[in-house]
């Protein structure tokens, strides 16, 4: 699928060193103040399955730290949104849709930017969407990287993550904190 007109579209590098990046709606998570709080909503891998299933968090979880090109895009019921052609040529593994409820805002950012600075945001409508996140093999593409490895000035980012309304239909969501099946099941 090719990408039509998006409704909106933010390119960032944010950075983890919880081992995940999320996207998520700064309104669900209000209460989470300071570290104390933080630990009660987000520590365990059983906590952030709640906020999945509620729809108030996408995981962009390879299981790693480090700082990584995300790029949000999203659509509209009308124009839904898609990898261009340079993106899908790239791709690794895209997830299955996840479900997300926003209030018209999203921040993405490590997992650890939840409830605090450091996250990026990504306005956007607010309501029930599906959100199918992209890993990217921007490394692949020639020209792509300086020679000291790093990303020149219009690579493709590390993830793609795509919002668009809920299809009647859609559901089931994804709900699993790992963003993508493991190789052989």
């Known amino acids: ?7 909106d579209e933010v390119a960032v590098t944010v950075a983890t060193e919880a081992g995940m990046l999320a996207l998520w709606d700064p309104r669900r998570f209000e209460a989470v103040v300071d570290e104390d709080s933080w630990e009660d909503e987000l520590m365990e891998d059983e906590d952030i399955v709640l906020h999945v299933r509620a729809g108030a968090l996408v995981p962009l979880n390879v299981g790693g730290d480090g700082a990584f090109g995300v790029l949000v895009r ?3 019921a009308a124009a839904p949104t898609g990898l261009t052609a ?3 040529a790239h ?18 950012g490590g997992l650890e930017d939840v409830g605090g600075d450091g996250a990026a945001e990504h306005p956007g409508p607010g309501g029930r969407h599906a959100v199918v996140v992209h890993l990217i093999d921007w490394q692949a593409e020639p020209g792509s990287q300086d020679d ?10 590390d993830f793609v993550v795509l919002i668009d309304p809920v299809q009647p239909g859609q559901e089931p969501f994804r709900t699993d904190v790992h963003t993508f099946e493991a190789p052989n099941g």
């Open 1 to 7: 699928m090719t990408a039509q007109q998006p409704c």
């Open 148 to 157: 000291a490895g790093k990303p020149v000035p219009g690579a493709l980012p």
């Open 91 to 108: 791709q690794l593994v895209a997830s299955q849709p996840y479900p997300f409820a926003s209030h018209g805002r999203a921040l993405v």
């Open 86 to 88: 340079r993106e899908a």
């Open 74 to 76: 999203t659509g509209t």
